[in-house]
């Protein structure tokens, strides 16, 4: 292995180790996603790298993370699935590579890659147990053919960014089932206190805790922690 091969290959590791140090961070998805892009270019030698998501309700992919600086590419507009060369590696779920992105067919916005000097694209799906959920682009500014060895960097850096993204996700729906259980226990210590002070039944006093939520504009754990505040407030005043 010749000096420059093995520096390229230093290079290479450092990166990944990098990147699977940001996808077990606790940073918030954004700054890594942005991470990703900044030092997969840095080690692919990117004119740019970005980021593109699938949105499941609208089947495009769009625009999250990139290093470019170029308002004229952030501004992208979404790609459909299975539209341009982007499209059609998540689409097929495989690594699809252009060597001349103006004499590509397939590539949509060959003004803005004329603009920004990209040359060349490689863009791999980001999937997770086989469903994609994006697209990693690398642009070179010059032609280039893109080995197996940068291919397989590419697509390992795309399946972190993805268990990144899944982790994010997961991380959010606790967070969410977490809120629900202790909103629902609120709740219910509230509508005991309207049960018992009001004489009023279960559904009831459930419907009016929901009213003032929504007469208030104020969430149903709000109303909740109020009447219970005021209860105890109630027991401490009678205790003097």
């Known amino acids: 292995m010749t000096k420059k ?18 996808v077990t961070s606790n940073l918030y998805l954004e700054d890594i996603l942005r991470l990703i892009v900044t030092v997969t270019a840095e080690v692919m030698n990117s004119k740019i790298c970005s980021l593109m998501l699938l949105d499941e309700k609208t089947g495009t992919l769009i625009l999250r ?12 507009l979404p790609l459909k699935l299975g539209e341009g060369v982007a499209g059609k590696s998540a689409l097929e779920n495989k690594p699809i590579m252009v060597y001349d992105i103006e004499k590509c067919p397939e590539y949509k916005y060959k003004d803005i890659a004329k603009k920004e000097g990209l040359k060349s694209l490689l863009s791999v799906p980001m999937s997770i147990k086989g469903k994609v959920i994006g697209v990693l682009n690398s642009y070179t500014p010059k032609p280039r053919k893109f080995t197996k060895n940068e291919v397989d960097i590419l697509m390992t850096v795309a399946n972190q960014a993805a268990m990144a993204i899944e982790n994010a996700e997961l991380i959010v729906k606790t967070k969410l089932i977490q809120d629900e259980l202790v909103t629902r226990k609120f709740v219910e210590k509230a509508k005991g206190i309207l049960m018992r002070d009001l004489g009023l039944g279960e559904e009831e006093a459930f419907r009016k805790i929901q009213r003032q939520s929504m007469d208030s504009r104020r969430s149903m754990r709000e109303i909740a922690e109020a009447i219970i505040l005021m209860e105890d407030m109630k027991l401490k005043g009678k205790g003097r």
């Open 65 to 76: 993370a990139t290093q470019s600086m170029s308002e004229t590419y952030n501004k992208k």
């Open 5 to 22: 091969n093995q520096d390229t290959y230093a290079r290479q590791i450092a990166m990944l180790s990098k990147v699977s140090e940001t």
